[in-house]
């Protein structure tokens, strides 16, 4: 008896419905509205947009920063609720190249979003010299490159990997993407806690807090367990998605979701 299927499966069957590319042709057309919009309120008001740009870039970096902790929790763990949802999570976090980009523009607006990048309000200020080594704009951005290296490459890696591994399935490749999820759920617990530090909470240099960056990693987890079961919802009315997930998949998912928002509830409320 020949050990070959009759009718093997291939990457090409677990293809894109074709409602995912409407969706990518109106978030197009979206997004140059949106562009257009911010051109606009940028020459209006200035300082209003660097202050309108942060938080709205902060929810979109959040969710995929979110799906990336997610990814690697799902790779440490195991767990079919992770691997009915593994391509949405990887190509949310494939969008890191594209936000390194979008993070440029507030660069411009450092003057008018962070008092310690004023020299004025620097010399007036004694807590403002005391912070100044670790809050100047020459480490500010030297760190952000260094977050988005991290982020990018890790996103490169295991997405990478992944494809490899449903090409050719190997115990090396998952043990590979183990090992590396449990390093970098680590440095990612870091990056994001320092880059909440210096992205917002260095908005008022002279209030601090100890839990700002578990704050914002919940707050991620949330907002990408939320896409993840939206997106879920609709894949599963199309092939070859209709096929795969089943109403146990979103107990699991939902039972997830609650955990993550009962986690962001509790470190809200010691903040």
Known sequence: ???ERANPVTISDFAAPPIVEQIQRRSLIIGLVAVA???IGA????AQFFRSYLAGYLLWLGISLGCLAILMLQHL???????????PLEAATRVFPLLALLFIPLLFGLHQLYPWADPA???QDSLLQHKAAYLNQTAFVARAVFYFALW???AHLLSRWSLQQDQVPRASLR???QGFSAVGLLLYGLTVTFSAIDWVMSLDPHWYS???????MAGGAVAAMSLMIAMASLLAKHPPMSDVLAPGHFHDLGKLLLAFVMIWAYFSFSQ
């Open 210 to 216: 100890t839990i700002y960056g578990m704050l914002f």
């Open 175 to 177: 043990d590979r993407m």
């Open 152 to 154: 990018c490459g890790a």
């Open 121 to 123: 309000k620097v010399a």
């Open 1 to 3: 008896m020949s050990s």
């Open 37 to 39: 919009a911010c051109l």
């Open 77 to 87: 763990s195991g767990g079919i609720w992770g691997f009915v949802i593994r391509r």
């Open 43 to 46: 020459f209006i008001n200035p």
